[in-house]
């Protein structure tokens, strides 16, 4: 399957973006999906995670509450809300798919994104 992140950008805290992944060449209801991140000098974590069936849905503490995971496997598309951006949410956002359930660790998705730049100013 093939991912393709969009809806970043710069944006001052306390703002809102929305993410999205097109999902093509693949059955996309067969794959648990989530959302990656990485800033500079850092390691790539989960920040949100939904399961195939979108029904259960999962965060990261630092983002609870703020952003919500979102899917359509109608038209093959993952969504993320993200509200009351802080300076911290800074980072390269990704997608990313694997079959089967859905885990937290980088290391269990097979298919990724490009990612996209999501910039917060202070």
């Known amino acids: 399957v093939q991912l393709v992140e969009s809806g970043g950008g710069l944006v001052q805290a306390g703002g809102s973006l929305r993410l999205s992944c097109a999902a093509s060449?693949?059955?996309?209801?067969?794959?648990?999906m989530g959302w990656f991140r990485q800033a500079p000098g850092k390691e790539r974590e989960f920040v949100a995670g939904?399961?195939?069936?979108?029904?259960?849905?999962y965060y990261s503490e630092s983002v609870k509450g703020r952003f919500t995971i979102s899917r359509d496997n109608a038209k093959n598309m993952m969504y993320l809300q993200m509200n009351s951006l802080k300076p911290e949410d800074t980072a390269v956002y990704y997608c990313?798919?694997?079959?089967?359930?859905?885990?937290?660790?980088?290391?269990?998705?097979?298919?990724w994104g490009q990612g996209t730049q999501v910039t917060v100013s202070s």
């Open positions: 060449g693949g059955t996309f209801s067969n794959y648990a």
């Open positions: 990313a798919a694997r079959q089967g359930i859905l885990t937290r660790t980088t290391t269990s998705f097979n298919y």
């Open positions: 939904i399961r195939r069936s979108g029904e259960n849905t």
